[in-house]
């Protein structure tokens, strides 16, 4: 897996030279919530165009440091890179999966999964597992990222709440390490 520094650096190379530095200082100092921040509206100000995979990978941190609902409607809005990305970033497509019955995995039981992002080779969906709050939202925090076939029916792999990074990993390395 790649180092957490170096993505950040590639994120941030992104942007014009004192754009990128403040993004890697934020980071350095250990101000990622802001890092995030900037990353993203300085793609946007800048009219920056990114790949669907950039898109994702941006997601995946976002999600890591707590900033994925706040980012998400900017990073939607950031100019689309040409070219077929090895996924795709599929969050607000208003799609949820009712809630998984606990036959199917135990620690899924009572869940609902959210379709985050997409394999374009091979259609496999990670998703995001969330609590129905008392108020009938869902929970803020996913309990657990899941990997499914194209349709949600099968679940492939879970991973514990504080793995998004190791999920997404797990996502793209899917149809490379098929025979």
């Known amino acids: 897996m790649t180092d957490d520094a170096v993505i950040w650096d590639q994120l941030a190379a992104l942007l014009p030279e004192a754009e990128a530095q403040e993004v890697k200082d934020a980071r350095d100092i250990g101000e990622q919530e802001a890092g995030l921040g ?83 080779r091979c259609g496999q969906v990670l998703m995001r597992a969330h609590a129905r709050e008392s108020w009938g939202d869902l929970s803020c925090l996913a309990r657990h990222y899941v990997i499914t076939t194209p349709n949600g029916s099968t679940v492939l792999r879970v991973f514990p709440a504080d793995a998004a990074d190791a999920a997404f990993a797990a996502l793209q390395r899917a149809c490379s390490d098929a025979p």
Request: proline letters at 5%.
């Open 38 to 120: 900037l990353l993203v509206s300085g793609l946007l100000s800048n009219q920056v165009a990114i790949s669907q995979t950039v898109r994702a990978q941006i997601s995946v941190l976002a999600e890591s440091w707590g900033e994925r609902e706040a980012l998400t409607p900017q990073l939607l809005q950031c100019g689309e890179e040409g070219g077929p990305g090895t996924v795709r970033l599929i969050e607000g497509e208003g799609s949820t999966v009712p809630e998984v019955a606990g036959e199917v995995h135990q620690g899924l039981a009572g869940l609902i999964v959210v379709p985050w992002i997409a394999c374009t």
